[in-house]
């Protein structure tokens, strides 16, 4: 008898078992999805941005307009860090998660199209 309830305790504990192991899967699986959706999403947005030929002029305008505030009417940093290396520090895909993510707190993420985001890099590279 004992050799029943042990065997009804070991099929009750695998079937326990193995419903954790598909939930877990299942949650890995959606995140996992959900990752690679978005990640899918940035590389395309990046792309697009990368093959725009910005304007300084433009870029200088935006810069004034949201930068300022932080990074100085100059770029020469107040609460933001000076920006006048910073093609040299970062790549232009680095500065464009950084601008659109708001990676480094207390930096708040955009919202800006391609056509911009060219510009305010073309305007970063010309403060070497």
């Known amino acids: ?5 042990s065997t009804a305790v070991e099929k009750n504990f695998k079937r326990e078992f193995l419903k954790i ?7 890995l699986l959606i995140c996992f999805s959900i990752f690679f959706l978005n990640h899918r999403e940035n590389n395309k947005y990046i792309i697009e941005t990368l093959e ?12 004034k307009i949201n930068c300022v505030g932080c990074h100085g009417i100059t770029a020469r ?5 000076d920006l006048h290396s ?30 911009n985001m060219s510009n305010l890099l073309k305007y970063l590279h010309s403060l070497e």
């Open 1 to 5: 008898m004992s050799t029943s309830s």
């Open 86 to 115: 910073i093609t040299q520090r970062l790549n232009d895909k680095e500065i464009i998660k950084q601008v659109t993510g708001g990676l480094t707190p207390p930096m708040p993420s955009f919202e800006i199209d391609p056509v």
């Open 52 to 63: 725009i030929n910005g304007s300084a002029k433009e870029g200088d305008a935006l810069f």
């Open 21 to 27: 192991v598909f939930v877990v899967f299942g949650v």
């Open 77 to 81: 940093g107040l609460v933001g860090p």
